[in-house]
């Protein structure tokens, strides 16, 4: 019962460097979402994909880029990090369902600290 | 850009009470989703609400839709400590097609103290 796996888990960057997060969906999901959450705060869309090959941006792309070669896959990459990228990072997968909404299955989410 | 306004933002109360969270907005939304974040974790769905005026119930958890689908409630009878976490909720467009997605707002922390 994989869902959505994220890593890592946590990581600590410095100013200007570069990573990516990694996220793996095992459920045939079409639609894949990275999300931000700021401490007490609600869910920001960084960027989202409806199927492979196919992105776009969403609130807060800026400082962000992704790709989606493969329906499983979603990774999301930082460029020159800076500290107000420090957040944890969510990546989701769904199904649409027109009728009954579709629900988004969320990932333990990834802690990214930049100093 | 569709918004959705969640309030109180954070709730402490005693184990025992009874409260509502609410979910507001100017537009009309084809369902409306309700998730529950506990700390260190994704949220989970707890319910979805798709017709005007829909009530579900969950256990001591009941869920309402506005009659105009641009509104939500929660209502917790008798909370405990377990029920203590972020409550989210989440808007679908109308119409949802391809390419749409969910409008998060900015949460309910809710504390149930013992």
């Known amino acids: 019962n994989a869902g959505v796996t994220q890593t890592p888990k946590f990581r600590i960057l410095k100013i200007g460097q570069s990573m990516t997060l990694q996220c793996a969906q095992d459920m045939n999901h079409n639609y894949m979402y990275w999300y931000r959450q700021d401490p007490g705060m609600g869910l920001k869309l960084i960027y989202y994909?409806?199927?492979?090959?196919?992105?776009d941006k969403g609130e807060v792309p800026n400082g962000y880029n992704v790709s989606r070669s493969t329906t499983e896959d979603f990774p999301l990459r930082l460029e020159l990090a800076a500290p107000s990228q420090t957040s944890v990072y969510f990546c989701?997968?769904?199904?649409?369902?027109?009728?009954?909404?579709?629900?988004?299955?969320f990932g333990e989410g990834s802690r990214l600290t930049v100093l | 850009t569709q918004l959705l306004e969640q309030s109180p933002q954070f709730l402490s109360i005693q184990e025992g009470e009874n409260l509502t969270v609410y979910c507001n907005s100017s537009s009309v939304f084809s369902s409306l989703q309700w998730y529950r974040q506990e700390p260190g974790e994704g949220p989970v769905l707890l319910v979805t609400?798709?017709?005007?005026?829909e009530v579900k119930k969950l256990k001591r958890l009941t869920f309402q839709f506005g009659d105009a689908r641009k509104d939500s409630s929660l209502h917790i009878t008798a909370a405990q400590p377990g029920d203590t976490g972020l409550y989210l909720c989440a808007g679908a467009p109308t119409p949802e097609t391809s390419g749409s997605r969910l409008t998060f707002g900015e949460g309910t922390q809710l504390t149930v103290n013992p």
């Open positions: 994909s409806v199927g492979a090959g196919i992105t």
């Open positions: 609400v798709v017709t005007g005026g």
């Open positions: 989701a997968s769904r199904v649409l369902r027109r009728r009954a909404g579709g629900e988004l299955f």
